[in-house]
């Protein structure tokens, strides 16, 4: 089956300026994550869809970010206006929960985002 | 607070040894935990689960250990490879599906 699929890999920006990512999540995979991975660090939590609905944002700066998942498949992930503190790798995941009995997270490959 | 720690250093072994990673925990409660494998450049690909109520799992070279008294789990991977060199990353999971991973441990098999 195909993976998930991100896109731009990667993307270099000046501050301020905005930016969107792009995420495809395995067919019949009704849960998205985005995640923000520093360097060196683990992943961690910027937004999860249960289909269209954002049931977890908590960790979402509102002021910055924005996400939508429509129609429950296809999702984007904006930030305007960048900063430099928002370079990061933006990984996006998706799961079809624990009917397979393990619950695990498919990643993309991430997009890396340099904002200078 | 709630902290999830891996090993702090980078861990560098001789092929055919066992690397033991380790996974420490304080102020979780999961109900799994899993551990993922990371390679430069790429996504955390899935390795292993384990439940609350497990106290070992084991996946052809891998094995898993986790004590909830303790707050900790160990991941083994026995005669080491090369190919087994990547970052490795534990994930707490918790009822509410919320899913908490820790900081990695990079790990290098030596030839």
């Known amino acids: 089956e195909a993976g998930v699929v991100q896109s731009p890999r990667y993307k270099i920006i000046e501050k301020k300026q905005p930016v969107a990512f792009w995420c495809n999540p395995i067919?019949?995979?009704?849960?998205l994550y985005w995640y923000r991975q520093n360097l060196g660090q683990g992943p961690e939590l910027l937004i999860r869809?249960?289909?269209?609905?954002?049931?977890?944002d908590s960790q979402l700066p509102k002021d910055r970010f924005s996400a939508e998942r429509l129609k429950g498949v296809d999702s984007t992930l904006k930030i305007q206006p960048a900063e430099l503190g928002d370079s990061a790798v933006y990984l996006c995941?998706?799961?079809?929960?624990?009917?397979?009995?393990?619950?695990?997270?498919?990643f993309g490959e991430g997009s890396r985002l340099t904002v200078l | 607070s709630q902290k999830i720690e891996q090993n702090s250093e980078a861990l560098n072994i001789q092929e055919g040894k066992t690397a033991t990673l380790t996974c420490n925990y304080t102020?979780?409660?999961?109900?799994?935990l899993q551990w993922y494998r990371q390679d430069p450049g790429r996504g955390p690909v899935f390795l292993l689960l384990?439940?609350?109520?497990?106290k070992e799992k084991r996946k052809e070279r891998l094995k898993v250990t986790f004590d909830t008294t303790l707050k900790q789990s160990l991941f083994h991977i026995t005669a080491s490879q090369p190919a087994d060199s990547a970052t490795y990353l534990c994930?707490?999971?918790?009822?509410?599906?919320?899913?908490?991973f820790g900081t990695g441990t990079s790990l290098t098999v030596i030839p």
């Open positions: 067919s019949g995979h009704n849960t």
């Open positions: 869809y249960e289909n269209e609905e954002a049931v977890d």
């Open positions: 102020n979780y409660s999961p109900a799994y």
């Open positions: 995941a998706s799961s079809v929960g624990w009917s397979r009995n393990t619950g695990e997270l498919f």
């Open positions: 384990i439940r609350e109520n497990e």
């Open positions: 994930a707490l999971v918790n009822t509410g599906n919320q899913f908490y």
